[in-house]
C-alpha cells in the first residue's frame, strides 16, 4: 500500500509540474494553449463551449449586442431621429462603447466578453475605443488587451485557472475563475459605457467619492438590474416597436423585494402614499450638477442654428415630480397624464430645441406639445440655410432654402420646436446620513398650503416663476401634475413642517440606551 501510495504521489507531482510547463507554453506562442487565458479576444468553441454551452449565441441574442438608440435620444445627440444616422457614423461613434457583434459585425468587430468580464484591470477600454473612432475595427478588440496580455498571462489567477484547466476537462475551482472573469461590476458599466447617463440624469457613479451620494454606492448593477440570458433588466419601455430588451420577464428589483427594504414602515400616511408615489420620490431630493459630476448635466440642448448648443447645470438642482406609467420609446418623454397605473417620479426635464420638416399634421400644428418624433432636419441642412451668415437661422431662411438648386424649397414648412423632455431618474438615492440632502419630508411637498398666503401665492389667478422666490425649485408643481391646488389643503391650514416621517425596520435592533454605571 505505501508503494502505491507513493506511485500516486509521483504520478501527481508529473501531473501539475507538466501542467505548470504547459501554462508557459500556452503564452509564449501555443495559440490552442492560450485561448485558455481569454486573453486572445476570441470566441473559441473548443475552449470555452465545453463550460459555456450555447453561451455565444445567447450573448448575440441580448439586448447589449443588438441595441439601438432609443428613437428619441438620437436627437440630442446627432440632431435627426434614429432612422437618419448613416450607419458609418453610427459604427465609429455609438460603436465605441458597443460590446461587438450585431451590427458591429459587419465591420469586423466580434463579440469581446472580456469588455464587461474582466475582473484584474488589464482591459484597455479608451485603446479599444480608439481604434474604433479611427475606423480601424479589425484590431479593435487586440488593442484593449494588447498592452497588457503578457503579464495578464502571469498573473497567479491566471496561471492557477490555466493549471486547472489542464488538470479537467472543467475548472476545479470556479472562484478562481470569477476572479479573473466574473460578472461586471458596477465601476465597470459606470465608467466605461454608461456614462452619457450623467449628461442627462446626473448619475454620479463614476465618481471616486459616489458614496457620498448614493446610499447604494456598494450594490452591484445586478442586484437590481436582473439579468436572465444576458438580458439586463431594466425599466418598461411603452409603445416601442420590434423587438426591445425587456421582451425578458428580467425587469428592476422594486424597493420593497424580498432581500431589499422589504416591510419597512414610514407609517400609515406616508406609506399609503406608495400607491402613486415611489420611493425615489423622496429619496433623490437633489441632484449634483456640472461642477461635481465633472460632466456637463444638460439642462438644455439647441439644434437652432445647425451645431449643438448646450444650457448645464453647473451646480445642486432639484429633479421635477411628474406621473409615469413607464418611458416612452417610440413617441418623445413628454408630461404624461395621469393613468390609472401611473405614480409619481422624479425627471431631470431636459428642454430641446431643433428644426422639423413640419409634414406631419400633429406636429405643425402643435411643435412643442406634440409626443411624435417628426422628421428632424438635417443639422447641415440648418446650417447651409443661414443665408446671411450671422449665425441665427430664421424660418423663413429655413423655409425658402433649396439645397437640392431645383427651385423648390426643401422644407416649405419648417418649424421649430421647443420640446420638454422628460428623463426620469433613478439613482443617487439618499438617506438621512448620505447625499446632496435629506430625503423629502412632508413640508417639501405640502408646504405650499401651510397658510392662506402661501396658499394665494401659490394657487392664485398669476402664476409666479418659482425661481423668484426658491434659490432651488421646488420638487413639486402641483397645477403641472394637473390640480387645482394642493390636494392635502385644510381650513384652517395645516403647517406641514410639524410632521416627521419615521422608520420602522422589522427585527431590528433595539436602539442602544447609554446609562451611567451603577457604581
Not at 414648412?413 to 423629502?440: K, T
Amino acid at each position: 500500500m505505501a508503494k502505491l501510495n507513493v506511485i500516486l504521489i509521483g504520478i501527481l507531482v508529473v501531473m501539475f509540474a507538466a501542467s505548470g510547463v504547459y501554462a508557459f507554453i500556452g503564452y509564449s506562442g501555443n495559440g490552442a494553449m492560450s485561448a485558455h487565458y481569454m486573453t486572445e479576444q476570441k470566441w473559441s468553441d473548443s475552449s470555452c463551449s465545453g463550460c459555456h454551452v450555447g453561451m455565444y449565441e445567447e450573448v448575440s441574442e441580448s439586448y447589449h449586442v443588438g441595441q439601438d438608440l432609443k428613437k428619441w435620444s438620437s436627437i440630442m445627440e446627432y440632431g435627426v431621429a434614429v432612422d437618419g444616422i448613416d450607419e458609418d457614423a453610427m459604427s465609429v461613434t455609438y460603436g465605441q462603447v458597443h460590446p461587438g457583434g450585431g451590427y458591429m459585425a459587419d465591420y469586423g468587430v466580434d463579440i469581446d466578453c472580456m469588455i464587461c468580464h474582466e475582473q484584474v484591470g488589464g482591459y484597455d477600454f479608451e485603446a479599444r475605443a480608439e481604434r474604433i473612432a479611427a475606423g480601424d475595427f479589425e484590431n479593435a478588440n487586440e488593442a484593449a488587451i494588447e498592452e497588457s496580455r503578457a503579464e495578464l498571462q502571469k498573473e497567479p489567477l491566471y496561471m492557477a485557472g490555466y493549471v486547472l484547466d489542464v488538470l479537467a476537462p472543467v475548472p476545479l475551482v470556479t472562484e478562481i475563475h470569477d476572479e479573473v472573469n466574473g460578472a461586471p461590476g458596477k465601476a465597470l458599466c459606470g465608467s466605461n459605457c454608461h456614462t452619457g447617463d450623467i449628461a442627462t440624469t446626473a448619475v454620479a457613479w463614476t465618481l471616486e467619492d459616489s458614496a457620498y451620494y448614493d446610499v447604494h454606492d456598494n450594490v452591484d448593477c445586478q442586484e437590481c438590474h436582473e439579468t436572465e440570458e444576458h438580458k439586463i433588466g431594466s425599466r418598461e419601455y411603452l409603445f416601442a416597436s420590434g423587438p426591445t430588451h425587456m421582451e425578458t420577464e428580467a425587469g428592476v428589483k422594486d424597493c420593497d423585494s424580498s432581500g431589499c427594504h422589504e416591510d419597512i414602515s414610514h407609517g400609515g400616511m406616508v406609506d399609503a402614499h406608495l400607491d402613486f408615489l415611489s420611493c425615489e420620490s423622496c429619496h433623490i431630493p437633489s441632484l449634483p450638477g456640472s461642477d461635481v459630476t465633472g460632466t456637463p448635466v444638460i439642462k438644455e440642448f439647441s439644434w437652432a442654428n445647425g451645431v449643438r448648443e448646450d444650457v448645464t447645470y453647473d451646480s445642486e438642482f432639484t429633479p421635477t415630480l411628474a406621473w409615469s406609467e413607464g418611458v416612452y420609446y417610440d413617441l418623445l418623454p413628454i408630461a404624461q397624464e395621469r393613468e390609472e397605473d401611473s405614480v409619481l417620479k422624479p425627471f431631470n426635464i431636459i428642454n430641446g430645441i431643433w428644426w422639423d420638416e413640419g409634414t406631419d399634421v400633429d406636429v405643425f400644428a402643435d411643435p412643442d406639445n406634440s409626443s411624435l418624433i417628426g422628421t428632424p432636419i438635417v443639422p447641415a441642412d440648418v446650417l447651409s440655410a443661414d443665408a446671411d451668415n450671422d449665425g441665427d437661422v430664421t424660418e423663413d431662411e429655413l423655409r425658402s432654402y433649396d439645397g437640392d438648386m431645383d427651385g423648390s424649397p426643401d422644407y416649405p414648412n419648417a418649424v421649430l420646436r421647443h420640446v420638454d423632455m422628460y428623463y426620469q431618474v433613478s439613482h443617487n438615492i439618499v438617506s438621512s446620513s448620505v447625499g446632496l440632502a435629506e430625503p423629502l419630508e412632508c413640508a417639501d411637498c405640502h408646504g405650499a398650503s401651510a397658510s392662506d398666503t402661501l396658499q394665494n401665492v401659490h394657487f392664485g389667478d398669476s402664476i409666479k416663476d418659482c425661481s423668484e422666490c426658491h434659490d432651488l425649485v421646488p420638487v413639486i408643481n402641483w397645477k403641472s401634475l394637473g390640480y387645482d391646488s394642493d390636494p392635502a389643503e385644510t381650513n384652517p391650514p395645516t403647517d406641514f413642517s410639524a410632521n416627521t416621517i419615521s422608520v420602522t425596520i422589522p427585527g431590528a435592533k433595539p436602539t442602544e440606551v447609554e446609562r451611567e454605571p451603577a457604581f
